[in-house]
């Protein structure tokens, strides 16, 4: 696990993890979830194996049960995200990946039931911190969540959250190794100002619980829990991943000046939600990324334009078996109809890797790796599981104004081969009598090869998006997940600003719209060189609209294309604050 960088001077220490949620926060600390339970490790008689099984099969029932009871009774107000989340959480517990080699390790090893849920635990963390896809590789978030509810009943402790603490500790800043729906649900009546956790990156579920509740946040913090007690004195940065532990009077007062002034700021941003419109008259359109159709409702009242990037993994990942094609026809129904007919949703194909919880035909000869076969590869070697997608899609597409983006597309002949598909898919529903609308496809823009022959995609293609999490990736050669390679990890070396730019003016040649829907797009500091680049489609979290918004009617867009065009072309290192557009 990767600890938290710390710094410490005088009886002050700093912490730094990924902050996820922008803002400020001042109050005590309330460790929640004490210490790790302790795990018995020993081996069973074989003539008990059954009953060990039998065991775990019960531990997990009754914790579906739980969640189940949870749910029924989940109150109006809750997090939009809770629900599916618990959803996904209760169908973790009925997975063979989880509960059949679970008992398959009992069986073979003679492991007591609760060593065994830990050992086949690690295996799936192996496995899904290979996949390259940032959401996809903290999905072993959910598996760390139901796993400890499940050790929790096999040791017959309850759960480790006590609300009562919240009438001894006000307004606290919650610190935590992870915090999981359910435990949500028993907090979400209390009042606290922030979340640490030492799991988890810009994607967990913990991250987007948050950015939903807008409370700043900053996780992957390491062990935390060791290095801050209850009652602590914390200040929260979470636009730094910063967290300042028992401040000095002196620091505490420029903190709260700091988080006063952005308080101010960001009420008199929220209260302006004008258009996007730069000083010289450039409309900037701002789309909106969600992970569940749910979310859809809270980019309407951020007042998104429309949907730039709708992640369909949701409807995948945590099941023993694929979504059926009305499963999904009715996710994509839902989110078209909220947006209405004026609003475009690009709707994201399947981004996942190989892994047998998806598809327990497919062998595991092929790890679901950065380069291996994911994504686009993954869809079109499994024609009958994309196929099933493309229908519902097709289905959908009467309910709206719907785009399909296809992920990770490197060579002319995935585009050639989904457009065959396509067609595929569409003499089938005319001969069925099914109604459809075709619609506009376009390519994830996030491997160097399609950035430098983008002019050969753009005239089969009716739109791209630069995904740059994964170009930076590939561009630079490393793992992003990666914490011993982070320093290198950097969106402004010129060789990753260089393919940005000529893909968003091929663009501007082709008459093809361009967006960047990476953790740039909504990241403030970037806005104005975006801008300068010549991007005019944002997507990102709603909850950046606010700042970018406000930075985008602030800026001149020639003025800063001035500055930026030579150091870009020459391939020179910027700086953006030197150069005056931080």
Known sequence: MQDSKTTKYCSVLALYGKGVVRGFAIGQAMVIGGAKVDIAHYRIPEEEIEKECQRLEYACLQVH???????????QDAPKEIAPLLTVHSLLLQDPMLLDETKAIIKE???????????????????????SDEYLSERISDIQQVVHRVILFLTNKSSTINPELFDEIRHPILVARDISPADMIR??????????????????HTAIVA????????????????LISDRDVLIVDGQKGLVIVNPTEEILALYRHKKEAYDLQRRGLMAQKGAAITLDHQPIHLYANIEEPKEVDFAIEMGAEGIGLFRTEFL????????????QFEAYRYVLERMGPERSVTIRTLDLGQDKNLDKSVSDDSDANALGMRAIRYCLARPEMFTKQLRALYRASVYGNLRVMFPMISHITEVHAIVALLKEVRVRLQDEGVAFKKFQIGAMVEVPAIALAINSFLKQLDFGSIGTNDLIQYTMAIDRCDSQLASLYDPLHPGVLKLMWQTILAGERFSKPISVCGEMAGDPKYTKLLLGMGL??????????????AIIQQSHTQHIRDIISNPLHDGEFIDLVQLGIA
């Not at 049960?65 to 109150?75: A, F, S, T, V």
């Not at 907090?187 to 967990?204: E, M, P, Q, R």
């Open 109 to 131: 090893r003679q492991y007591n039931a609760e060593w065994a849920l830990k050992t086949q635990e690690t295996l799936i963390a192996e496995k899904f911190s290979q996949m």
């Open 316 to 327: 995948f990942m945590g099941r023993s078996e694929l979504p059926s094609e009305d499963e």
């Open 65 to 75: 049960r739980e969640l189940q009871d949870i749910l029924k009774q989940l109150p």
């Open 536 to 549: 005019k489609h944002f997507s990102m979290h709603a909850n950046s609209f606010p700042e970018v918004r």
């Open 187 to 204: 907090l979400k009546d209390h009042d606290f100002s922030a979340f640490l956790t030492a799991l988890g990156g810009a994607t967990s």
């Open 211 to 226: 950015r939903s509740m807008n409370i700043p946040a900053v996780v992957g913090m390491g062990e935390v829990q060791s």
